[in-house]
């Protein structure tokens, strides 16, 4: 079976509009650890200058490489998102691009001293703070928001994304895990907005079934997991001694990593997002599909 199922574009029609970019007021850091590495991480968030885009630097890497969060550089997405080249490479920068996202900060110089971007506590509240506090800017540069006038969608199983013709950026999204009642069939439908995000989405942690990640605990794949920065449900129960945050923690934050994962595109768009059982996978697909179908457009 190909990696995709179906991909379809339709008639490449779309209409534009303009908003300013914008960037952070003054520099902000924060210190973790990494969930898969366990590598504690500064990470250092920077304003940039028009038409920087979002840049990735490693500080640990002699000569102190940088490059852009941009989908070709996406190298993998095992659990989580990996971007890179064949030199160096960043880790699970999703959490964080979500909040950039929603944000809306378009130029950011983000500097690393390690291969992965902080897990803090499994959620993009630690990020949505290190933005508040720095404050953001708008900046002379005009950015162009597309609108789909017409649908793109991919499949692969039993996962479906479809993004519909909208004037706003909204995913709904569908989780069904069958096998364990705890999380069971969850739907969550959200505009994608600076306060909804902060209030409804960004507290929301990452989460796993015990018995899907102990063969990678036991192998040391996720060196820095813990408690503390994720929802572990155990023979249908949370572990977790707080519980959940939301009744529906999981699915909102199954969008989150939608968000984070879309913003790799590189340019603003409108449309109705309908994801059923999508990961970072599908999510990289669907981008990819949408930059296509935008840029084929204007020509």
């Not at 008639?11 to 898969?36: I, P, Y």
């Not at 959940?244 to 989150?256: A, G, S, T, W, Y």
């Not at 968000?259 to 309908?274: C, N, Q, R, T, V």
Request: with cysteine.
């Amino acid at each position: 079976m190909s990696l995709i199922d179906k991909t379809v574009f339709e008639k490449k029609s779309f209409s534009k509009r303009k908003r300013k970019a914008q960037t952070l007021q003054r520099e902000v850091f924060a210190t973790g650890k990494g969930l898969f590495t366990g590598v504690e991480v500064t990470i250092t968030l920077q304003p940039a200058p028009v038409g920087t885009g979002i840049v990735f630097q490693r500080m640990d890497i002699p000569g102190m490489p940088e490059f852009q969060a941009r989908l070709p550089f996406v190298q993998g997405t095992p659990r989580c998102t990996i971007i890179g080249n064949e030199f160096f490479s960043v880790q699970t920068v999703e959490h964080l691009l979500a909040a950039l996202a929603a944000y809306q900060i378009d130029n950011v110089r983000i500097q690393l001293t390690g291969p992965e971007v902080p897990i803090f506590d499994g959620s993009s509240l630690v990020f949505v703070q290190m933005i508040q506090k720095a404050g953001w800017l708008e900046q002379e540069e005009e950015k162009l928001v597309y609108a789909l006038d017409n649908p793109v969608y991919c499949s692969k199983n039993d996962a479906f994304l479809v993004a519909l013709p909208s004037d706003e950026l909204r995913i709904s999204y569908t989780l069904h895990y069958p096998h364990d009642s705890c999380i069971g069939t969850q739907f969550y439908s959200t505009l994608v907005d600076r306060e909804l995000f902060e209030h409804n989405i960004a507290p929301c942690r990452t989460f796993s079934v015990y018995e899907e990640v102990a063969p990678l605990i036991e192998k040391g794949m996720l060196r820095g997991g813990s408690l503390d920065n994720a929802i572990v449900i155990k023979n249908n129960q949370v572990v977790n001694s707080e519980g959940l945050r939301f009744p529906d923690e999981m699915v909102r934050h199954k969008i989150l990593d939608m968000i984070g994962d879309l913003y790799l595109m590189g340019i603003s768009f409108s449309a109705h997002i309908i994801a059923v059982r999508s990961g970072h996978c599908m999510n990289n697909l669907l981008a990819h599909a949408l930059f296509n179908h935008f840029k084929k457009g204007e020509f």
